[in-house]
């Protein structure tokens, strides 16, 4: 239902009527750049629900949607980034940021060792409201005062991450969102707190402050402006949402959640697929590679081992030393200084490598989206792919060496990291991405089809025994993927297809304009 008017397939401005799943239909309306979301598709009989008169025609097959975003100039779409900045802090403002942080993180603490206990006696769980009466007893308490000299949002906020923990923590196995039940959190790991309310006027952006309740005022280093760079090149600003305080490498951040409204850009004309390796990180299906610097990220991954030896070396120590009564017990959550300097020193080091794999998998993804409409990718399980081949002592493995050094090449590269970087990217260009099955990618022949282990003699090199073509083999791989992706929707996420061959020209689908991408209706342009 479109403006109190009932749609008919067999209307002229109805492009394409697409099958999803069983007795499902989907619907896109080309005409006036209005943007359509589907509400429901099912048959008018099935469409009671819905506050609107029935049909003045008995076809079943009608649709019932709704206008969502009418605009006669252009298609808005909202993206929801986040831009970080360095804090400029004193030693008061260092020790504020510590207190609000280890309050969070004690009160989060507390409150899951109060529903682990209610779990074990088989009571009940508290939800958050009732954990929020009891966070006003535990600042009313003698031993958890101090809890008032905290801001009250971030405590909130952590009850809040408990509730929706324990929410995921319940969901059908089958449910890929399911997650583990929450587990206690440490000191220095993750440390930080969100503030979701706020005045406008607490970010001052032209001088580079922020205002913190209980805190005041601070100073960051404003490396960026706090706008959004559209596809033509201009600076669009946006409504910041959330201001999130959290601690890298003793080194305090803020990071303003903003929301944007943009104009959606056409995608590019072209499409290609990428294979993902080890030795050449990105392949494209025209030819080109994009490599990591893996010789560097070698280099740190040896200065990691020998400061874990010292770390190790440092434990097995104390632990001589409190044997013969020399010492005080070792205890991890009261480390000593020099413990203290080597988990230092082992996170500055981790946080190279992490910048390193994230600057190229930003930039790389950044070059595909302003060369390319639609990227098909191969949908890889990463963690089915590491697994470790040691076995047990009944039924030892084999190749456990060899095996071991395929995984630390695959988690140095980051497949999973340069998909969302793709996705990412293609997003804000107007692009898509596809993920095709990724079986016999790399041993089937682009020009005779012929699969066979044998078409790939060695690493680098495709050689077909049926028509004895010949290329390089992560090429080969890329040029598969794009074919599949060409041919037919993708067999894991049919939600996501993208992209229609018509006419040997590929014409990209309609994009709902939220920011999530799963509830993408289908459509063609």
């Avoid at 030795?279 to 990220?297: C, E, M, P, R, Y």
Wanted: glycine share 6%; net charge positive.
């Amino acid at each position: 239902n479109i403006g109190g008017a009932w749609l008919d397939p067999s209307a002229a401005d109805i492009k394409a009527v697409k099958t999803v799943g069983h007795n499902n239909l989907a619907v896109c309306v080309f005409g006036t750049k209005r943007r359509i979301t589907v509400e429901a598709v099912k048959p008018l009989t099935s469409a009671r629900g819905y506050k609107a008169d029935r049909a003045p025609h008995d076809n079943k097959r009608a649709i019932l949607a709704r206008i969502q975003n009418f605009r006669h100039d252009s298609l808005i779409m909202k993206i929801i980034c986040g831009f970080q900045y360095e804090l400029y802090t004193t030693d008061e403002q260092r020790s504020a940021l510590s207190r609000n942080a280890g309050c969070r993180r004690f009160v989060f603490n507390k409150a899951l060792e109060l529903q682990n206990e209610r779990r074990k006696n088989g009571l009940s769980l508290l939800r958050y409201k009732e954990l929020c009466l009891e966070l006003v007893k535990w600042k009313k308490e003698e031993k958890t005062v101090f809890l008032k000299e905290a801001m009250s949002q971030p405590l909130q906020q952590a009850l809040k991450d408990l509730d929706r923990a324990i929410a995921d923590s319940f969901r059908p196995k089958s449910d890929p969102a399911r997650k583990e039940w929450p587990k206690f959190k440490s000191k220095d790991i993750g440390d930080g707190f969100r503030i979701p309310q706020f005045k406008p006027e607490h970010i001052d952006d032209v001088n580079g402050r922020v205002k913190l309740p209980k805190i005041g005022w601070m100073r960051y280093r404003k490396s960026r402006p706090l706008a959004f760079k559209c596809a033509d090149g201009s600076m669009k600003s946006g409504t910041v949402r959330q201001i999130h305080i959290k601690k890298d490498c003793g080194h305090w951040f803020v990071v303003f959640t903003t929301e944007f409204d943009i104009e959606m850009p056409d995608p590019k004309e072209l499409d290609v697929g990428i294979d993902l390796g080890v030795v050449h990180a990105v392949a494209t299906s025209d030819g080109q590679f994009f490599d990591l610097n893996t010789d560097k990220i070698k280099e740190l991954e040896k200065e990691i081992a020998r400061y874990q030896r010292k770390l190790a070396l440092n434990r097995s120590s104390r632990l001589k030393l409190a044997k013969e009564g020399r010492a005080e017990a070792f205890d991890k959550t009261k480390p000593s200084r020099k413990r203290r300097r080597l988990l230092e020193k082992l996170q500055k080091l981790h946080r190279r490598v992490r910048n390193i794999r994230r600057d190229f998998q930003m930039k790389t993804a950044h070059t595909l989206a302003q060369a390319y409409g639609c990227v098909y990718v191969e949908d890889l399980k990463t963690r089915n792919m590491t697994k470790s081949a040691k076995g047990t002592l009944d039924n030892p493995g084999k190749n456990v060496k060899q095996k071991s050094g395929l995984n630390r090449a695959i988690l140095r590269t980051g497949f999973f990291g340069m998909r969302q970087a793709i996705e990412w990217q293609q997003y804000k260009a107007g692009g898509y991405v596809v993920a095709v099955p990724a079986a016999y990618t790399s041993c089937e022949c682009p020009s005779c089809t012929c699969t066979d282990k044998r078409n790939r003699p060695r690493q680098a090199q495709f050689r077909c025994i049926g028509c004895g073509y010949e290329n390089n083999a992560d090429i080969v791989g890329a040029i598969n993927v794009r074919r599949k992706g060409r041919t037919g929707p993708s067999a894991h996420d049919k939600k996501r297809i993208a992209r229609e061959v018509s006419a040997g020209a590929v014409v990209p689908f309609a994009r709902n304009s939220g920011a999530n991408s799963e509830n993408q209706p289908l459509g063609v342009a």
